[in-house]
């Protein structure tokens, strides 16, 4: 008996396996609901799944997943971006001026320059919300129109065209391998990248400490001004490479660009299981939102809706997704006060 209550001991616990994991992550469930609508609407429009229709829809996807990867970011730390559209709209302009003023700049260095000018957007932000300690949703939706106000007196009424573009930039959207956009490899590759920095190196792993419980993230250590200006940074920096895709995805920009997308952006973000209350969420169920809320929109069309569906759908996903999210953060919470108590 002794020994049998010693080998027990000894016996490490074992937790779920992978595939219960899998089946019990939040993207499991977004993946089933993204096949049954798929195959739903293939099923009634059997252009749905043609070959044009899902490089449209990858396109289409693809600028708004880039944003979230950045509104992840900064959500992980319980804050909010409202500004990317404008940052988007902003860079795609001056990323043109440039081809306009000059037109053998090499292509990288427009990529760069959009880089730049929205990380520097982004620093803005940062010093707002870590320094001057100003709630994220004021100072961003502050720097939304500030930003958008000198879109519109930067454009003075112009836009830019394709015929300004160089045909290096303008074929970055249409040219592909194996079928697949070089646009959206590209923001493959920025996901991939990011995905790897939160789950396996020490300061991605601080956005979710800072958003989890930052007294204790300062007890652990944690700069928490420099993390969420860091944040704020790199989600400027990824919408000024949205804006520079925008750009070449579409060829014509005005002073509406991007205008509306920073919704598209938090609600998939949201939807994808990203917690508005911070420290919980991954880049794969943002990016999955992302897709999900492209389909939708898609679907709609193909089915030959009414456009204001589209938006009325989007809403409604956002309200279910943040109700979710309340609901299973209560329920943590209480979970936890019980184990203490024991």
């Not at 993204?34 to 044009?52: H, I, K, W, Y």
């Not at 260095?109 to 730049?116: P, V």
Request: proline share 3%; charged share 10%.
């Amino acid at each position: 008996m002794t020994e049998r209550l010693s080998s027990n001991a000894a016996t490490p616990p074992t937790g779920p396996n992978l595939l219960t994991r899998l089946l019990r992550a939040r993207e499991a469930s977004l993946v089933l609901i993204l096949l049954v609508l798929v195959g739903t609407t293939a099923a009634l429009n059997s252009r749905f799944l043609s070959a044009q229709s899902l490089r449209d829809l990858a396109l289409n996807v693809a600028i708004v997943a880039l944003v979230v990867v950045g509104q992840t970011l900064v959500l992980l730390m319980k804050h909010v971006d409202l500004s990317v559209s404008s940052v988007l709209g902003l860079t795609a302009f001056l990323s043109g001026s440039l081809f306009v003023t000059h037109p053998n700049l090499p292509v990288p260095l427009a990529f760069l320059a959009g880089i730049g000018i929205g990380a520097l957007l982004g620093v803005v932000n940062g010093l707002l919300v870590a320094y001057g300690k100003v709630p994220a949703l004021v100072a961003t939706l502050g720097t939304l129109y500030v930003f958008r106000g000198v879109d519109y007196a930067i454009v003075h009424g112009g836009q830019i065209t394709a015929s300004n573009l160089p045909a290096a930039f303008s074929t970055f959207a249409s040219g592909a391998v194996l079928g697949v956009p070089f646009l959206v490899l590209l923001v493959l590759a920025v996901m991939i990248a990011f995905s790897v920095y939160l789950r396996s190196y020490r300061s991605g792993r601080e956005y979710y400490a800072v958003g989890s419980n930052v007294d204790a993230a300062v007890l652990a250590g944690i700069d928490v001004n420099r993390r969420v200006l860091t944040g704020f940074v790199l989600s400027g920096a990824i919408a000024g490479l949205a804006g520079v895709l925008y750009l070449a995805r579409f060829g014509t920009v005005d002073a509406a660009a991007g205008s509306g997308i920073e919704l598209q952006v938090i609600a998939a973000a949201v939807v994808g299981g990203v917690a508005i209350t911070g420290g919980v969420g991954t880049i794969a169920g943002a990016g999955i939102g992302a897709l999900l809320l492209g389909v939708i929109g898609s679907a709609l069309v193909a089915l030959r809706a009414p456009a204001f569906w589209q938006q009325a759908i989007q809403g409604a996903l956002l309200l279910l997704a943040i109700s979710v999210d309340i609901i299973l953060a209560k329920r943590a919470a209480r979970a936890m006060q019980e184990r203490s108590h024991r």
